[in-house]
């Protein structure tokens, strides 16, 4: 089993810069069966949606058009740990961020895929 830990949500105002942490925890090979990880949001009364995602392995990456050219996924694998560089914030951006990761190797980044899943963290940004 693999536990997500997410850190770095809060309160900007817009154009702001937030930076989230998720730091993956659990046995070696539980964490190195992990393919893909990244985030989702879901405001108030919306479905949740893939922002981005990186392969653990190779490091390509996924954006949501949304956040293209604002938002970066990173990594650290000597620490387990994806982050999620949020710049130009927006009050659309508005959301409970979860980390989310998989084992599967398909390319869709979409909840049903997903095999493990963060606590979420709160951003809010105001206008």
């Known amino acids: 089993q693999v536990q997500l830990v997410e850190s770095g949500g809060g309160s900007v105002q817009a154009g702001g810069s937030l930076r989230l942490s998720c730091a993956a925890l659990g046995y070696s090979y539980s964490i190195n069966s992990i393919n893909r990880m990244g985030w989702f949001r879901q405001a108030p009364g919306k479905e949740r949606e893939g922002v981005a995602a990186?392969?653990?392995?190779?490091?390509?990456?996924y954006y949501v058009d949304s956040v293209k050219g604002r938002f970066t996924i990173s990594q650290d694998n000597a620490k387990n740990t994806v982050y999620l560089q949020m710049n130009s914030l927006q009050p659309d951006d508005t959301a409970m961020y979860y980390c989310a990761a998989t084992r599967g190797s398909g390319s869709s980044w979409s909840r049903p895929r997903i095999n493990y899943w963060g606590q979420g963290t709160q951003v809010t940004v105001s206008s």
């Open positions: 990186i392969y653990t392995g190779g490091g390509g990456t």
